[in-house]
């Protein structure tokens, strides 16, 4: 919904996108880091718990910091079919076809670190996957800046009015 609501709101969805990916990028570059800052101090609170306590704090704390990168990967669905919308690709493709290509997206994407893991170990592998991010982000951002139509407003091409939601209306 989010995304629906910022891909309205937009001139270039493509440079937001760009930097949607970059910051995912980045995001995944910290996890690591996060998870190892907290860890001690988990630990530390939680040690004389009983067990299914502390698996408990551990899911809620993971998906705590987790929901910040699966936000900004929502966000970018959105703006994927604005985009489309406004270009000749668009109109040659339907919604279900851009789904499905997202959800084979999301698939290979979460198989690529069973083939890169075995290959190059965890650090490593965690770096290409950046590096990957980094280039689509930045190769989208120079599209995004190539193909800019200024004063141009994106709109999502939804055929619901947003407006009859109440949740939009929060956001």
Known sequence: FAGIKLSNSLKSPL??????????????????????????WLSGQFAASDVSWWYAVYL????????????????????????LSHSTLGSNISLGKIYGINTLGGVLGAL?????????????SLRWIVLLSLLIGLAV???????????????????????????????
């Open 15 to 40: 440079l937001v996108f760009g930097m949607l990916e970059i910051f995912i990028g980045l995001f995944s570059l910290l996890v690591p880091s996060i998870f190892s800052t907290f860890d001690p």
């Open 60 to 83: 809620i704390a993971a998906l705590l910091i987790l929901l910040v990168p699966a936000f900004v990967m929502g966000l970018g669905f959105p703006l994927v079919i604005s985009i």
């Open 112 to 124: 690529l670190p069973l083939f890169l893991l075995p290959a190059f170990g965890w650090l490593s």
């Open 141 to 171: 951002i120079f599209l995004g800046l190539k193909y800019a139509r200024p004063g141009e407003a994106s709109h999502f091409p939804a055929q619901i009015d947003l407006s009859r939601i109440r949740i939009f209306n929060l956001l």
